[in-house]
């Protein structure tokens, strides 16, 4: 009766187009629904692919997964002993790789939460996984929530993730089995979720340029990982998603290079870049006891280059 319930209640907001003007959650139905062609008590498994074509998925993003794989580990630890399995997707909606306790192994793999199974929203409806690919954000699909009404045993936090270049990558995945699970805990859980998701991110963004200075805001936080990639010449040669967005850099194009002091801007107060870029300055001229060849060295530039950022920093 319950799933019955849900399914009468789904095609009914689907078919609104009012509802899903003013309702996030219902124009997922309507697209599910109309665009995708679902039918909300369909009980069949979600899809999986082959062992091979799972291999080359992965082979894909092999540096993002070698990356995500001990902060996926850290979320498990804090997330497992509740019911909750963590999962990393790939743009497609694909599981790439899995976190589960023993205990719910067998629960999740029966509801398709493993390695290989296809969670788009074309494929599965609302679901957070696929959900949050579509729409490119945060995301909780808190048990009716979802299209399916097979699946609204679960609850389903997730978080995107873009990639050095500022392209959608994937999406980070906790769902739980538990059926006292509340939607407040959901969303509480959902903030760490967002949190290692931009850790994931940064990681990342660092690796794909190891010879440049990275650069971060002051005013970043746990969910927006806003940096900057600045060679020795202090030429802006990459940005992470949200920095493209805050600079006005484009979302997913070859970043023109220019001046990280161009590109900042200078006002009468320092920006959060600038304040870190002059106290990385202070702390190398410290360390070196005030020499300026053996503070650049450190920091990897030229003299040349020192000498302007002091310059430009106004640091005597």
């Known amino acids: 009766m319950a799933q019955a319930n849900h399914i009468d209640m789904v095609i009914e907001a689907a078919r609104s187009s ?74 497609d909606g694909v599981v790439l790789d899995q976190r589960a306790g023993s205990g719910d192994a067998e629960t999740f793999d029966d509801w398709g939460l493993c390695a290989g199974a296809v969670w788009s929203e074309a494929a599965e409806g609302t679901n957070g996984i696929g959900t949050c690919l579509t729409e490119r954000r945060q995301v909780v699909i808190h048990r009716s929530d979802h299209f399916f009404a ?10 995107p993730i873009y990639g050095a270049d500022g392209r959608l990558i994937g999406a980070l995945d906790v769902s739980s089995c538990r059926a006292d699970q509340t939607e407040a805990f959901s969303r509480l859980i959902a903030a760490q979720v967002a949190q290692t998701a931009r850790q994931i991110e940064q990681d990342n963004f660092r690796a794909a340029f190891p010879g440049a200075r990275i650069i971060v805001t ?26 493209r967005r805050a600079f006005g850099l484009g979302s997913e194009d070859t970043i023109r290079q ?49 000498y302007r950022r002091l310059n430009r920093l106004e640091i005597d």
């Open 18 to 91: 009012s509802a899903a003007a003013v309702s996030p959650l219902a124009a997922s139905w309507r697209r599910s629904l109309i665009n995708h062609g679902l039918d909300p008590s369909n009980q069949r498994a979600p899809d999986r692919v082959d062992e091979s074509a799972l291999n080359l998925r992965r082979s894909a993003v092999d540096r993002l997964m070698t990356i995500a794989a001990p902060r996926l580990d850290q979320l498990f630890g804090l997330v497992g002993n509740s019911g909750c399995c963590v999962l990393l997707t790939d743009v």
């Open 150 to 159: 097979r699946n609204t045993a679960m609850s389903c936090m997730d978080a």
């Open 218 to 243: 002051s005013e970043a936080n746990a969910s927006d990982a806003l940096l900057l990639a600045v060679d020795e010449d202090d030429i802006v040669i990459g940005a992470t998603h949200a920095a």
């Open 258 to 306: 220019q001046p990280a002091s161009d590109l900042l801007g200078r006002t009468g107060e320092a920006t959060g870049f600038e304040r870190a870029e002059r106290a990385a300055l202070k702390r190398a001229l410290a360390r070196a006891g005030g020499n300026h060849s053996q503070a650049a060295k450190a920091l990897g530039i030229s003299r040349a280059t020192l």
